[in-house]
């Protein structure tokens, strides 16, 4: 059984990191969580279509919502949380994971 994780910002960086994640992080699940859908199902196809299979899904989530964020992340039972967004939002999604 693979991991299941979560990042939160689909840019650059949360793509990447999410790419590696899949490709050296043994993933089930890469959920790919941004405040524009459009940027998180971008992400999750260019990954799928790297990594060869469906491991990532998009998933349309505010970083500033944190009680949104923590139920996100107990409903997919992430394992593992990675934030790609800008500092200002870290200390609430700590509090979240």
Do not use: C, W
Request: no cysteine; aromatic share 6%; glycine share 8%.
């Amino acid at each position: 059984m693979g991991k299941r994780y979560a990042i939160i910002g689909s840019g650059r960086q949360g793509t990447a990191a999410a790419y590696d994640l899949g490709r050296f992080g043994e993933a089930e699940l890469l959920l790919m969580m941004d405040a524009a859908i459009e940027q998180a199902q971008e992400a999750a196809s260019r990954i799928n279509r790297l990594l060869d299979q469906e491991v990532a899904k998009p998933l349309r989530i505010d970083a500033a919502d944190i009680p949104a964020v923590t139920a996100a992340l107990k409903e997919h039972s992430i394992q593992a949380f990675l934030s790609g967004t800008p500092y200002a939002f870290n200390l609430g999604l700590t509090k979240a994971a």
